[in-house]
């Protein structure tokens, strides 16, 4: 159903009654997702320098405290609705839920902040400079990885419900009661210039694949990559004591670091930047499609925009993907 | 004068220096970023120059890619280039003789919007103060001094700034006086770590930050440009350089020969730089 931006005004309105509503803002420097009122949410064909993942994955999140041999959880966290989730954004959140939830062991915290959010998604119009999401299967303009999806044509949205929670909550709002399913749709076929690894190759074979030394050389070792990066998920845990009282946290952590992988000992075994940063392209374009199949990378283009040297993951894998048989 | 003609005296230098084996590395720029943004590369064939670039788009500081290598390196430097290579090697971090500094006469560096950088609408050096060579545009009027700015050094305005900070460290990583092999913030014992990021740890690392910059910020706007949050910190640090140069008549990167000005100490200190508050002790 075609509806105006208005109407979507409206609607958000109507949610913020009952729900914290996070929107992208533009804050004078940066445009990022926050807590607005509908007014000030922007319905653009801009982006955000960082995704919506802190509303799923905080980068911090209390966990429980431990107080006189009690284990107390908190935080239940009361759910958000969150507009404006670019495509990218919503393919990267089903790469964390596939590994926060399946498997062997499942994270509670990602698990109830992901049942308890209403996730609107909004297609983009135009691709910005660094975006890829055509060079990874994404398509830029839908994804039906969210309760709602809008299809942004410039005046208005196309409007469709892709989750039973994103049926009622347009049901309840007069004006989009009569909003349809929408249909899962398939991403453009691959291009010819899709990034992807071969599986046939060893892990091992990709070590030395390339001079990972000089392709990162100029890589200042800062992770702001992996802070702004939607799919990027790992964490570390830390504990505070006061009084007694020890709380355990839930903190982004970046493969970046050098203290990443420090042992006890005192061994490194990624020692150098290069390894570092090696990792982290493996993990995004070959671990994660082993493991989870899908690819950890969705093209948002935020850690080519934001790199302060203009690192480009892109052309690296491409060179990876160059001498690959 | 021109960018164009700039760029094809340093490439043609740098061909020379590369084919001569003055040097074995030219760190400069070369195109191929996002919005037009040029991007830092180690040159080490005199083939490859012909990628070199210098344009309005050079922000990083090079500094960070001296250090490695065999042999000589010559650097393309701005003006706060230059004065970093300075400084680093009035810290003994550099020796004079190990680097060729090409300096550029600059007039200020622009964001991809075609604005001025702040740092560089605020800068008052546009000619690099120490060089081997001398890339000149004369169509670059000589500056006095910068825009003034009003400094507000309010806890609400620092609050502000930190509530903005991601502590993903880029601004640490893209300043070229932060060359600690393990930063405080890394240290186990004492663990300055924050346990957990909020507002106070992130003011902790920001505060610690700029006053071990005390002296020694050559006001290159790195850190600000390097910050995807938007966070300017640099006005802390600004009002800790202008402290300096009051009381010590120092700044840094300016003058091979003089002592930096937390590396010295003289009877007649004034009193103000050691417990600060408005008592001067003379």
């Not at chain 1, 990378?297 to 790199?307: E, F």
């Not at chain 2, 195109?31 to 590369?41: D, N, R, T």
């Not at chain 2, 290598?69 to 550099?94: F, M, Y």
């Amino acid at each position: 159903m075609a509806i105006s931006k208005d109407v979507m005004r409206g609607f958000l309105a109507h949610l913020s009654a009952g729900r914290t509503l996070i929107g992208p803002v533009d804050t004078g420097k940066v445009i990022e997702y926050r807590k607005a009122s509908p007014n000030e949410i922007l319905m653009d064909d801009r982006v955000s320098y960082k995704s919506i993942k802190e509303f799923y994955f905080p980068q911090v999140e209390r966990m429980f405290t431990f107080s006189e041999g009690e284990v107390q959880d908190h935080d239940n966290p009361a759910g958000c609705a969150i507009f404006g989730g670019k495509p990218c954004d919503l393919e990267a959140l089903r790469v964390m839920k596939a590994v926060f939830t399946t498997g062997k062991f499942a994270d509670p915290f990602f698990e109830r902040r992901f049942d308890a959010n209403l996730l609107i998604g909004v297609g983009c119009i135009a691709k910005k400079p660094g975006c890829f999401c055509d060079q990874v299967e994404v398509d830029m303009a839908f994804s039906d990885f969210c309760d709602i999806m809008l299809e942004d044509s410039g005046e208005g949205y196309n409007v469709e419900y892709l989750s039973e929670k994103g049926r009622q909550a347009l049901n309840e709002y007069p004006p989009t009661k009569d909003v349809a399913c929408g249909n899962t749709r398939k991403a453009d076929p691959p291009q010819a210039d899709a990034l992807a690894l071969s599986p046939a190759i060893t892990e091992a074979g990709f070590f030395e694949a390339i001079d990972w030394a000089k392709s990162t050389e100029t890589c200042q070792g800062c992770g702001l990559c992996s802070f702004i990066c939607p799919t990027c998920h790992c964490f570390d845990f830390r504990d505070s004591s006061e009084n007694g009282t020890v709380h355990r946290y839930k903190c982004w952590d970046s493969c970046i670091y050098p203290k990443f992988t420090l042992h006890a000992s005192g061994h490194n075994p990624r020692e150098s930047r290069a390894a570092r940063y090696r990792q982290r392209l493996l993990h995004k374009y070959r671990y994660v499609p082993d493991n989870f199949g899908l690819t950890a990378c969705t093209g948002c283009g935020r850690c080519v925009r934001g790199c302060p040297v203009g690192m480009d993951i892109r052309q690296v894998v491409k060179q990876v993907m160059e001498v690959q048989p | 004068m021109s960018f164009e003609k700039q760029r094809d005296e340093v490439a043609a230098l740098c061909k020379k220096l590369l084919a001569d084996g003055a040097v074995s590395r030219v760190v400069g720029f070369r195109e191929g970023g996002v919005e037009g943004m040029s991007l830092p590369y180690i040159f080490t064939d005199p083939a490859g120059v012909d990628m070199l670039t210098w344009n309005s788009r050079c922000l990083p500081n090079l500094n960070g890619y001296l250090t490695g290598g065999e042999g000589n390196t010559a650097i393309v430097a701005k003006p706060c280039d230059a004065r970093a290579v300075v400084a680093l090697i009035s810290e003994k971090q550099l020796r004079r003789e190990d680097i060729h500094i090409i300096g550029l006469v600059c007039d200020g560096m622009v964001d991809a919007n075609g604005d001025p950088l702040p740092a560089c609408v605020e800068c008052s050096v546009n000619c690099p103060p120490v060089y081997d060579d001398l890339i000149d545009d004369p169509d670059v009027a000589e500056k006095t001094g910068g825009e003034q700015v009003s400094n507000d050094t309010s806890l609400e305005r620092f609050e502000a700034e930190i509530d903005k900070c991601i502590l993903c460290f880029s601004c640490r990583q893209a300043c070229y006086g932060c060359y600690c092999q393990t930063c405080f913030m890394d240290r186990g014992s004492p663990g300055w770590q924050p346990t957990v990021p909020g507002r106070g740890d992130k003011m902790l690392y920001h505060a610690g930050r700029t006053m071990h910059l005390a002296g020694r910020c050559v006001e290159c706007g790195a850190c600000e440009n390097a910050c995807a949050s938007g966070v300017d910190i640099r006005y802390l640090i600004r009002e800790v350089t202008n402290f300096v140069g009051e009381l010590y008549d120092y700044r840094a990167g300016m003058d091979l020969d003089a002592r930096p000005a937390m590396l010295s100490y003289a009877a007649g200190d004034r009193e103000v730089g050691f417990l600060g508050g408005d008592g001067d002790g003379h």
